[in-house]
């Protein structure tokens, strides 16, 4: 077994916590879970541990709606000795709401965990990489049909952050390749997912029949991803959507979104 490390963040529960878990059973894989809280990390780490005694599963908290947090984090894996070869950017939020009473210090910090966090994750790895000399990495973004929508009101600040994620995602997706980097990136677009926090959002009630158990779409996820896919779309009805998403007329959509959501 590898002594190199996947780190997942935003799994204290909800779709992270599955992909670790999967990881762990399907792969072999030694992890690192990450949160905010230390205390929600426990128990993910013992269950990991009872799944797969064999493998090493290591909780290191930080808060990523703060700027510094996504360093913070590459800190405490350095300042442990740790070798991280895939990084899995899982950690998002999103409150639903108008612009005009949504309160702005909610819509920064939600900005950073969605979206500069992500970005300065996803550096900060490929640095390390480069420091270990390590030859092959992967990143999995966790993205979010929302990305695939060209416009969101009431998700505004969620939608724009997770589609500047998705282009920045493309961008060093690019760059990497030519650079002859061997780090493999994969773009991952959920629909509704059932029993995650998020879920309370709104999200999963409104789209009850479609939405998927975070553990089916972490075992989509995991698999795809072993299978070399860059383009990963949980369920059927997704992919549907992820074609219609940025095509269909925008005062269609807008209606659509009010009428769920408003
Ligand atoms: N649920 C859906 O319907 C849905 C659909 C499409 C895409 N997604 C995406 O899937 C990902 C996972 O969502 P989920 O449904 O599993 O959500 P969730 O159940 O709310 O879990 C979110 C995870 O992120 C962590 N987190 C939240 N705020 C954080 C912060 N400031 N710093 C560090 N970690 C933080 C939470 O841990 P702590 O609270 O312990 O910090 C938790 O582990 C997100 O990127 C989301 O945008 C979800």
Redesign the pocket.
Known sequence: MSDTFALV?????????EIASCLVRLHGRNVIV????EQ??RPVVERLAKENPAIKAIAI??????MD?ASRLFAGIAERGLVVDELV??????APGSALNLDTGVVR?EIV??YI?GVTLTMLFLHHLREHGSPAGRVIQ?????ARFNAMPNFAH?NSA?KAFDAYTKGIEYETRRAGVGVQFHRV??????G?????SG??EK?KGI?LT?AQVADAIVRASRQGRRVIIPGFVNKLAYVAAPIVPQFITDRAFYKTYG
């Open positions: 963040t935003g799994s204290s529960g909800g779709l992270g916590a990450s949160g905010r809280s929600r990390l908290p930080a808060d990523l709606s703060e947090g950017n899982n950690a998002g939020a999103s910090s965990l969605d966090s966790i993205l979010s049909m929302a969620y997770k677009y959920p629909g509704a997912i059932s995650t926090k998020i879920a309370t999200i999963t789209n939405a975070a």
